[in-house]
């Protein structure tokens, strides 16, 4: 059981939620978020979808957008110099002094 705040102060007892209805609150919400999440994933465009599964870290997405960069594309690919430190600190120097 779990209690809660009881405003009636002329009450002694706590009022206290039974265990079927938190049972079906929990089970109410599960299936709302799981509606809600299917519905999602059936509406997003399909080019989008991996972006929520891939193991990318920015760093190396970013590195991975950088190398695809044609080599006349340099306004592209200060772009990404532009971006936090961290994310091209990993690269390596190699990449970023060769562009």
């Known amino acids: 059981y779990s209690n809660y705040y009881n405003e009636d102060e002329d009450e002694d007892e706590d009022v206290k939620l039974d265990n079927e209805t938190l049972q079906t609150a929990l089970i109410s919400l599960v299936a709302i978020w799981f509606v809600s999440a299917v519905t999602f994933a059936l509406v997003i465009k399909r080019k989008y979808l991996h972006t929520f599964y891939d193991m990318d870290t920015a760093s190396t997405y970013n590195r991975k957008a950088f190398l695809h960069l044609r080599e006349d594309q340099d306004l592209e690919k ?6 936090h430190p961290d994310v091209y600190k990993a690269w390596g120097d190699e990449l970023i002094k060769k562009w």
């Open 78 to 83: 200060s772009y990404y110099l532009t971006i």
